[in-house]
């Protein structure tokens, strides 16, 4: 990784993702994208980074999840 990728990197803000339904009965995309969000449970909250590919999972499941700024 060079010095301008890192520099992109840590000036990327962080998520907060709590799930607040569970995974079983929801399409398997759905429960695909909070699986790849690292999100196995009710109530379980991971910080993850700001990315296009991170929007886009939660953009898929968002009615179980509760998004903050972290």
């Given at each position: 990784?060079?010095?301008?990728?890192?520099?992109?990197?840590?000036?990327?803000?962080?998520?907060?993702?709590?799930?607040?339904?569970?995974?079983?009965?929801?399409?398997?995309?759905?429960?695909?994208?909070?699986?790849?969000?690292?999100?196995?449970?009710?109530?379980?909250?991971?910080?993850?980074?700001?990315?296009?590919e991170n929007r886009g999972m939660i953009h898929a499941a968002t009615h179980m999840l509760k998004v903050e700024n972290a």
């Amino acid at each position: 990784m060079t010095k301008a990728n890192a520099k992109d990197n840590a000036s990327k803000g962080k998520l907060k993702i709590t799930m607040i339904k569970s995974r079983h009965g929801q399409l398997r995309n759905i429960a695909a994208s909070a699986q790849g969000l690292g999100l196995r449970r009710i109530g379980q909250s991971v910080v993850v980074d700001d990315t296009p590919e991170n929007r886009g999972m939660i953009h898929a499941a968002t009615h179980m999840l509760k998004v903050e700024n972290a």
